[in-house]
């Protein structure tokens, strides 16, 4: 008992493990980018829906405006260079402890050398990729600071070293050759003496940049920017722009704030925790208890939100052509619709907090729909449902749409006939839907509709195989069929699954068909002759074949538990009692003569043992009397009840004196019961 509640606790934390990770996984796809992803531009009507300001933001200008302000302010700008007042009596020195050609010159090209050095190196030479990078800033003035003494001088009568050299040579006066200066290598002795102060260069920069304003005016908390339908006027496009990059800061702002994660993971958990206190309370038997159920379901969330999410932040598609119809279509296939309808509005409630669009016109429509595929597929078993279901999504999003319209807008202009473009691509996407289920199937174990009702076509080859092999058990695995069916129509159990079980529950019986009376001839049954115990190992041993059959031919696991579980742990009754009145002393081996099991752990099942059972002993029946089959049903059913064989089923006493009347009453149509009439009086005759 311990194991078993440490099993069941295991499985429990399993599926909050699961839970957590989704939430995870939906917090991590929330967009973290800005959300401003519509499309306009000047001259273009506006497609979307109006937008008022969340908030105070200004109004940029146009960027080339504002280059051009920047340009004219910048034709102001002054770099400054630092003056270094040593480096002439240095390089003099220089060039006479280095024994220069100078020195063996004449006295008036001494002369003329050192009064031009002090002249360029008085005016300042300039480092060439400085002088370069001013000019190309279009700058006339560069400011000189001698003895912390800034004085501006015009750019053109600044030196480089070439410029210097080419100065010196340039202007030498009579007696002077230039061609005997240019052998001396002057410029060995010229450098640079104005060295630039980038931080104060930066610093003016800056400054006279500041003095421009880069905003024209505020937009107010409220005031409307435009509405759909607008044409994108130069101004508005200023504004909308403005707005994309108040958003984008506000967004790089707050992208990481703990606040708003903290927000979201609140959102994500609470809503997530509804659905699975939801399934744990009122679908623990049906979808909880299988890992794979909730796997699928948390899944199909994560998928949807996910892709929406991805729209949002990564593209400038329209929120609605993301199939959200797609949820409620694969867990009303696969399950039932009121878990359908639960998991779709979590997930609009998810996607609804981040869609840019208007979040009530979002979350009317979206549910809307939902309620459209659960009402258009509650039972799945036609391709064609699936495209009347499209027709009527597309039909729902387009009524619905225009009726908000209109409310808001009191008219026709500003309705945005492009919409109904992709309610259209949104229908036709779920199109998809059919091989999808084919998949989800493969991959998880599941059985849809479709499935079953391929599976219950007699003519399909293991059908038809069947019907020729044990052709008596045949009919009566359809005789079943019928009895279970209409019972399963009374208490809202799964009609398809119990029809198409009933048919598969006896197919064991081909390996050795005539063991079973229904398909003896002429009256000789062969188990006759053989000991009790053998001959109810025989009759066991069909359901063991019936699983082997059923695996080797791909039937799903449904439909093998309905051949596993149909005779539950009951007892082969007939040989069990000739085997206590033949050995009346001898304690009999119960085992031999009970059935592996397990017993029905559903609805299904259990109807499908109760329908088998019923059947099967009304064939015994020597008179069908009204009397004699409601006898016969009150005591199978009966004697099931008081085995346990519904102990772990989840139906009612209500639900079986439900299928009793049902199986009274159809077995009364089966074998025409009349009434019986007194005998005539001699008068009469």
């Known amino acids: 008992m311990n194991l078993n509640f440490e099993e069941s606790k295991k499985k429990v934390w399993l599926k909050i493990a699961l839970f957590l990770l989704a939430i995870a996984l939906i917090v991590e796809f929330f967009p973290r980018q800005n959300r401003f992803n519509y499309t306009f531009s000047v001259g273009k009507p506006w497609h979307y829906e109006l937008i008022t300001a969340a908030f105070d933001f200004p109004v940029y200008k146009d960027a080339k405006l504002l280059k051009a302000e920047q340009d004219s302010v910048l034709r102001q700008y002054t770099?400054?260079?630092?003056?270094?007042?040593?480096?002439?009596?240095?390089?003099?020195?220089?060039?006479?402890?280095?024994?220069?050609l100078v020195l063996s010159m004449a006295t008036p090209?001494?002369?003329?050398?050192?009064?031009?050095?002090?002249?360029?190196?008085?005016?300042?030479?300039?480092?060439?990729?400085?002088?370069?990078?001013?000019?190309?800033?279009?700058?006339?003035?560069?400011?000189?600071?001698?003895?912390?003494?800034?004085?501006?001088?015009?750019?053109?009568?600044?030196?480089?070293?070439?410029?210097?050299?080419?100065?010196?040579?340039?202007?030498?006066?009579?007696?002077?050759?230039?061609?005997?200066?240019?052998?001396?290598?002057?410029?060995?002795?010229?450098?640079?003496?104005?060295?630039?102060?980038?931080?104060?260069?930066?610093?003016?920069?800056?400054?006279?940049?500041?003095?421009?304003?880069?905003?024209?005016?505020?937009?107010?908390?409220?005031?409307?920017?435009?509405?759909?339908?607008?044409?994108?006027?130069?101004?508005?496009?200023?504004?909308?722009?403005?707005?994309?990059?108040?958003?984008?800061?506000v967004q790089g702002e707050t992208t990481q704030s703990w606040i708003v994660l903290?927000?979201?993971?609140?959102?994500?958990?609470?809503?997530?925790?509804?659905?699975?206190?939801?399934?744990f309370l009122f679908r623990r038997r049906e979808i909880f208890a299988r890992f794979k159920n909730i796997l699928f379901i948390v899944m199909m969330i994560a998928l949807i939100v996910g892709c929406a999410f991805a729209v949002i932040s990564f593209t400038s598609f329209s929120i609605y052509l993301v199939p959200f119809a797609l949820l409620p279509v694969m867990i009303c296939t696969f399950f039932d619709s009121r878990s359908a309808l639960f998991a779709h509005i979590i997930t609009i409630m998810m996607v609804s907090f981040v869609v840019r669009s208007s979040q009530f016109e979002f979350v009317v429509l979206q549910i809307a729909v939902g309620m459209t595929v659960i009402t258009s597929l509650r039972d799945l078993?036609?391709?064609?449902?699936?495209?009347?279901?499209?027709?009527?999504?597309?039909?729902?999003?387009?009524?619905?749409?225009?009726?908000?319209?209109?409310v808001q807008d009191h008219n026709f202009d500003k309705i945005l006939w492009v919409r109904f473009l992709l309610f259209g691509i949104n229908a036709l996407l779920l199109l998809f839907a059919y091989a999808f289920i084919y998949v989800v199937e493969k991959s998880f174990g599941f059985l849809?509709?479709?499935?079953?009702?391929?599976?219950?076509?007699?003519?399909?080859?293991?059908?038809?195989?069947?019907?020729?092999?044990?052709?008596?058990?045949?009919?009566?695995?359809?005789q079943v069929s019928n009895l279970a069916t209409e019972a399963a129509q009374k208490i809202n159990a799964n009609t398809l699954l119990v029809r198409t079980g009933a048919l598969y529950h006896d197919i064991g019986k081909m390996s050795a068909p005539s063991y079973f009376t229904e398909n003896q001839v002429g009256g000789v049954n062969p188990l006759e002759s053989l000991p009790d115990e053998a001959a109810a190992k025989i009759v066991i041993n069909h359901?063991?074949?019936?699983?082997?059959?059923?695996?080797?031919?791909?039937?799903?696991?449904?439909?093998?538990?309905?051949?596993?579980?149909?005779?539950?742990?009951?007892?082969?009754?007939?040989?069990?009692?000739?085997?206590?009145?033949?050995?009346?002393?001898?304690?009999?081996?119960?085992?031999?003569?009970?059935?592996?099991?397990?017993?029905p752990r559903t609805k299904e099942t259990a109807l499908l043992m109760m329908a088998d059972a019923v059947e099967a002993a009304s064939r015994s029946l020597t008179e069908y009397t009204e009397e004699s089959i409601s006898s016969?049903?009150?005591?199978?059913?009966?004697?099931?009840?008081?085995?346990?064989?519904?102990?772990?089923?989840?139906?009612?006493?209500?639900?079986?004196?439900?299928?009793?009347?049902?199986?009274k009453d159809k077995l009364r149509n089966i074998y025409h019961s009349r009434i019986v009439y007194p005998a005539a009086s001699q008068k009469e005759q």
């Open 381 to 406: 078993t036609q391709r064609s449902q699936l495209v009347q279901t499209a027709g009527l999504i597309f039909v729902t999003y387009s009524v619905g749409y225009l009726g908000i319209s209109l």
């Open 543 to 599: 359901v063991a074949e019936g699983v082997k059959i059923a695996t080797k031919n791909n039937l799903p696991r449904q439909i093998i538990q309905f051949i596993r579980m149909h005779h539950g742990q009951s007892k082969v009754r007939y040989f069990y009692q000739r085997f206590c009145t033949q050995f009346p002393a001898v304690t009999p081996n119960d085992e031999a003569f009970t059935y592996p099991g397990p017993n």
């Open 448 to 478: 849809s509709n479709v499935t079953l009702i391929e599976l219950s076509n007699i003519n399909s080859p293991l059908m038809v195989r069947f019907s020729e092999q044990a052709p008596g058990t045949f009919q009566h695995s359809l």
């Open 632 to 663: 016969l049903v009150e005591r199978i059913i009966q004697t099931q009840i008081n085995e346990g064989a519904f102990r772990d089923a989840p139906i009612t006493l209500r639900d079986i004196e439900t299928v009793k009347a049902v199986f």
């Open 109 to 249: 090209y001494r002369q003329y050398i050192r009064k031009q050095f002090e002249y360029v190196y008085n005016k300042g030479i300039m480092r060439t990729e400085d002088f370069d990078r001013v000019q190309k800033e279009h700058v006339q003035m560069v400011a000189v600071v001698k003895n912390n003494v800034a004085t501006q001088i015009p750019l053109a009568e600044v030196f480089t070293v070439k410029t210097a050299y080419e100065y010196i040579v340039a202007h030498a006066t009579d007696g002077v050759s230039s061609r005997a200066l240019q052998a001396c290598n002057l410029n060995a002795y010229l450098t640079d003496n104005l060295v630039y102060d980038a931080s104060v260069s930066e610093q003016v920069k800056s400054d006279l940049l500041r003095t421009i304003s880069q905003t024209e005016g505020i937009v107010q908390t409220g005031e409307r920017i435009i509405d759909k339908g607008d044409i994108v006027t130069e101004s508005s496009y200023r504004v909308l722009t403005s707005l994309q990059t108040a958003m984008n800061k």
């Open 262 to 279: 903290l927000g979201e993971i609140l959102i994500v958990t609470g809503l997530m925790t509804l659905l699975f206190l939801y399934m």
């Open 79 to 100: 770099p400054y260079f630092r003056f270094n007042s040593s480096l002439f009596a240095t390089k003099m020195a220089e060039m006479d402890r280095s024994g220069s």
